[in-house]
């Protein structure tokens, strides 16, 4: 059956504001293979075959025309929630949408669009988000819609009631469109009430190892550290913060970086245990995400259409204690209207600040021009071992001349040596390309092997492919 109670009371709240709203419906993945989404991301492809049109989401959507734009930039918003059981972090995911929402559609000042999306979460979040940007800018023309409404009873009195109802204040399943995305912000809050202060995490990798532009990780953690006081943080490898041989390390930092302040106290390269400590965890985590090519929330798929986005994941502290949430929306709105600002002072897409990087915190990071540094270092032996071929092949032009003394039933059969040598390596050139094709072809078979988990298939084929 379908349930639009809670999208409908979403879309009631943006109407009453004045935006303009529409539905999205969208089916989930298809279970067919691709092979570039083994390690990441389902298929996000067209649908194809028959599927139980029962089962689907429907997001809301809510655009804020601006007073001062063109049309022709927009910024969206995305609060993720599961309709079939939402939960209370959830509702107040919704609400700080709302809050920011509502002062939007009175100000003045907006020069982009501004896009509100409630993305239904009950077959992914990625899922929902991703059908909803392929919708946006590659429209797919088909029946789905109508299908989807025959099968969920839309003729039934209560269905064109509500349609009725929709009708009035300009609720449609028309898809509505806004300008070209200049940056997009989700939103989630997690009920985490042993957090000893009020934390903003921060997720930013994508698929296939792609990253927002930095400034934009910089907007938000500047305003949630120097505005509003959020301890700002990413994510982490949790097993390293115990590691007892990390430790040790940091503590030699630590004291080495004493020794030299007290020899020179202009030298100040040492920096505390526990700072170590977290950003070895973070960098080891930015690595081993970007190395997977796993999206680490919602915000993954915008990537996929050069748009920078990044989940903010709010974790409060009392989130029951009725004084404690109505602050804690006043603060996240107004961190959330501070980067709607920023990003809508932009005259451009970011583009000054760097694509290429690793993050050791919140603040900190390793820009392309030092890890490449040590990628040179591995490549530098290539140009060596090709000096050194050059070179041993000049010794075999003197060996050649040399062996030109001796009879010819000699020379001749050293001779046919040297000129059939290339065949070992043609050789080994193959035995690589045939291995090459069998550790690609894996990942089909793998994916045949029934109740496999992506980290068992994951072990299976680095098993195989060793």
């Not at 689907?56 to 001062?68: C, D, F, K, L, Q």
């Not at 806004?178 to 009020?198: E, H, R």
């Not at 000096?387 to 001779?415: C, M, N, Q, W």
């Not at 290339?422 to 090459?436: D, P």
Request: proline content about 5%; hydrophobic content about 45%.
């Amino acid at each position: 059956m379908w349930n639009r109670e809670c999208q409908r009371l979403i879309a009631q709240y943006m109407s009453d504001l004045g935006a303009e709203v529409n539905h999205h419906s969208f089916q989930g993945p298809s279970n067919s293979f691709h092979p570039l989404h083994f390690f990441s991301s389902p298929d996000p492809g067209v649908i194809h075959g028959k599927f139980n049109y029962s089962i689907y989401g429907i997001n809301t959507i809510g655009v804020i025309r601006a007073p001062r734009g063109d049309g022709k930039e927009a910024i969206v918003l995305v609060t993720p929630f599961n309709s079939a059981k939402i939960d209370g972090a959830e509702a107040m995911s919704i609400g700080v949408a709302y809050s920011v929402f509502s002062l939007l559609s009175r100000v003045t000042w907006l020069a982009k669009d501004i896009i509100w999306l409630a993305a239904d979460s009950q077959l992914g979040e990625y899922t929902a988000v991703h059908a909803w940007l392929r919708e946006y800018h590659a429209p797919v023309f088909n029946e789905f819609r109508y299908i989807a409404d025959e099968s969920s009873g839309r003729n039934s009195l209560f269905s064109r009631i509500v349609e009725k109802h929709d009708a009035e204040r300009k609720i449609t399943d028309d898809f509505r469109r806004a300008g070209t995305m200049a940056a997009a912000l989700v939103i989630k809050v997690a009920d985490k009430p042993n957090s000893p202060d009020d934390t903003l995490t921060i997720y930013a990798e994508a698929s296939n190892g792609q990253m927002p532009n930095l400034d934009l990780i910089n907007v938000v953690n500047y305003l949630a550290v120097h505005k509003q006081g959020f301890h700002v943080k990413v994510d982490k490898l949790l097993s390293l913060l115990d590691s007892k041989w990390l430790r040790l390390i940091a503590d030699f930092y630590e004291f080495a970086g004493k020794v030299a302040r007290n020899l020179n106290p202009q030298w100040r390269f040492g920096i505390p245990a526990l700072d170590y400590i977290e950003g070895t965890a973070t960098l080891a985590s930015s690595l081993y995400t970007q190395a997977l090519g796993i999206p680490t929330g919602p915000h993954g798929a915008f990537r996929d259409y050069q748009v920078d986005a990044i989940t903010v994941e709010f974790a409060p502290r009392f989130l029951k204690n009725k004084a404690r949430r109505t602050e804690f929306l006043t603060r996240a709105g107004r961190l959330i209207e501070g980067v709607i600002r920023s990003v809508n002072n932009l005259l451009e897409k970011f583009h000054q600040s760097f694509f290429l990087y690793f993050l050791t915190s919140s603040g900190k990071f390793v820009s392309v021009g030092v890890y490449m540094i040590a990628f040179g270092l591995l490549v530098a032996p290539l140009p060596v071992a090709a000096a050194s071929l050059h070179a041993g092949y000049d010794k075999i032009g003197v060996y050649r001349r040399r062996i030109e003394k001796v009879p010819s039933s000699a020379s001749e059969h050293d001779h046919t040596q040297i000129s059939w040598r290339w065949l070992y390596a043609a050789r080994l050139v193959c035995i690589m390309h045939m291995w090459g094709v069998a550790v690609s072809l894996l990942p089909y078979f793998i994916d045949q092997m029934p109740h496999s988990t992506p980290l068992i298939s994951i072990i299976i084929w680095a098993l195989l492919s060793g």
